[in-house]
């Protein structure tokens, strides 16, 4: 990746947007400071939320209502983080004291900034209810998580990972928003702005969805009544990027803008549930879309009454009750399940933030004695110890629009029917990579389903599309369009599901739900593939996600573009130098594809090549090895992501190796994807 010239840093230095200024993009996050209260030490003594407030609860105690005021002006940074602070406190757990802090605070900061910040933000988190309480807690932990490793990342330099967190960071700025957060929403559109400039991307840089990000951060600070540094920042950048030509609300080079027109009047559509009672029914972009439950996501209940959560949904949790049996809760409705070790569909009922009650279903059946794992006899049943639950998603909203039925699934299992697409480090992923869920629908009479998209085309009429509840509204829309192909050697994907950039974000298509597909004009992305042979408990499956090389498509109106994925094949690993020798990372293995895409977690399908060791500037490598070990009960019930890769191997380094050694892997006729080998990879 081309990094950027010393001209631009210098200019982006002046903004505070270069790696060594004391902004966002510098390794010590201001939003995870909220948090950990361990801020870049400014001047005048205030370096932490906690000194803030500890220095404005002793002008408290003697009244000194003024000071407090002067302490909001020298470090107005600081106080903004200490407001957001005491206001999560006081929705977490209310309390007489922390009002009297937050009224100190709001006083203070209306006269020293004369703004509404802080009313905002304390009418914000002060009319939370429970459940948007929970989904926040975990949308900002997985945001602070993911800005924490974007600062790793950059002190490390590594390019890999800091491309890898731009969904991540785009995910959370829209969950963010969508729970009315701006200002943590604000921070995760600032850190992804980050992934696409110039400063870290250099000549690849995507200007356009720059713009879009600095953009949603400066609309963001202006909602919650902020001009703080990072409102400065992003507009003076945002400024700079719209004199370069670039746009927030982006087009590829010589395309027409998207340019989508609601015509007409909206459609409401009453939607009603029902419970799906077999996997394979429809062809569904998931990973549990066949009978391998013990490949699938589960709940475990440890002991005699242990609890578990229902899959990632924040609106339920699960307690075993009996030897096969467990009870569903979700606010004050209960759901009691005995299961009779075939695929049963739990229908339970779901109490939502507004106190709402509807129906939600999942698949769930326990396992037996002699039950296998990657090819390995294991005991899974019942036992006074713990009971496993296998669950796959089961709960479909129907309805009728432009005379074709629409069988909506919650296939993220979040318990909402068309929410975003959610990501997750399943076992037998490779570090710093994810498999994302995400909800679907079947048209009419098609054995497919579609990933759910903001806008899709049903019965020939394109729509924009929006479920509230269980009401499905659906505008009419008129957009100019172009079409996307899938040229893919070396098998049949399942699904391959691309998502699109700028004001496409929340536009998801597969490729392989016809020879062509139309798609609105604009940029796409990779989002997730799935590729599998075989039936029944024998099946071979993999998920497919975006590697580092993975292109970016621009579809131009009324033109075709062709996706070239599959064949070659080849490894990708870590090889680490331990001095005298080399380890060859196990758990690093993964194949890749023609686009740069990557195939993670095999199953039924491990991985097990040879590495051979080479001097640089050798032609040949040294005897081969296999990576190969014995999997066994005792090696899974300890690891159960053992079952997804090889062992680690160490190799002794061969005399004479001053210069450095290579390493590569290599095997013969894999499943899925016949012969395989790397590159010569030089070890780190």
Known sequence: MKKLNLVLLGALATLGLAHDAPSHFAPRSAIAAVDSSLLAAPQGGISTTNEFLSAMRKHMEIGASEEITKLVRRHSEIATWSMIALCKAYAAKPSERLVNEIDALRVAWNKAEKSSFADNVYEYYSLLDSATKNELAKATGDYINHENA?????GDDDDK??????????????????????????????????TQDEYFRGDDANLDEAARAYKEVVDSRVRLDLKDKAYAECKARLEQLEKLGASADPSAPGEKKSAITRVGEPIVIPLTFRAEDDTTRFQR????????????????????????????MPLASAQRTGPSSFVVNSGAQSSEFKMNGKFMPCEVMLEGPNGDVYPWAFIGVTGIATDTFQGVEVNLEPSDTGLTVYIAPAGVLEGELNGETLQIFDDSMSGVWGDLPSSWSYIGMTEDNYQWDMDSVVIGKSKKALPWSQYQEVGGTWYELEIQGSTLTAYPVEMP???????????????MVLRGQ??????????????????PVGSY???????????????????????????????????????????PFKFDFIAEDLGDSVQIVGESIAVVGAGGERYERPWN??????????????????????????L????????????????????????????????????????LFGNLESDWIAPK
């Not at 004001?503 to 020879?515: A, E, G, R």
């Not at 500037?617 to 090895?625: A, I, L």
């Open 150 to 154: 974007l600062a790793k990342a950059r």
């Open 161 to 194: 990972a800091i491309l890898s967190l731009a969904p991540k960071l785009l995910l959370d700025a829209q969950t963010l928003g969508r729970l009315g957060n701006d200002y943590y929403a604000g921070q995760a559109w600032y850190g992804y702005a980050f």
């Open 285 to 312: 972009p998931i990973w549990e879309n066949d009978e391998a439950y013990t490949s699938w996501n589960s709940m475990y209940f440890p002991g005699a009454d242990g609890t578990s959560r229902v899959s990632n």
């Open 481 to 495: 369009t172009g079409e996307l192909k899938l040229s893919f050697k070396g098998g049949k994907p399942n699904f």
């Open 502 to 519: 700028g004001p496409l974000s929340n536009t998801f298509v597969d490729l392989t739900s016809s020879k062509s597909v139309e798609v």
């Open 525 to 567: 992305e990779l989002l997730m593939g799935g590729l599998s042979e075989g039936k029944r408990s024998a099946v071979k499956k993999v998920i497919i996600v975006a590697g580092e090389q993975t292109p970016v498509w621009r579809v131009p109106e009324d033109e075709e573009v062709e996706v070239q994925m599959g064949k």
């Open 605 to 630: 399908n491990r991985p097990f090549p040879e590495a051979s060791l080479r001097k640089v500037g050798s032609k040949r490598g040294g005897k081969p090895e296999d990576l190969f070990s014995q």
């Open 632 to 671: 066994d009960q005792d090696t899974l019930y300890a690891n159960w992501n053992r079952g997804f890769f090889p062992a680690s191997l160490e190799l002794p380094k061969p005399k004479g190796a001053e210069d450095g050694v290579e390493v590569q892997l290599t095997e013969k006729k894999n499943d």
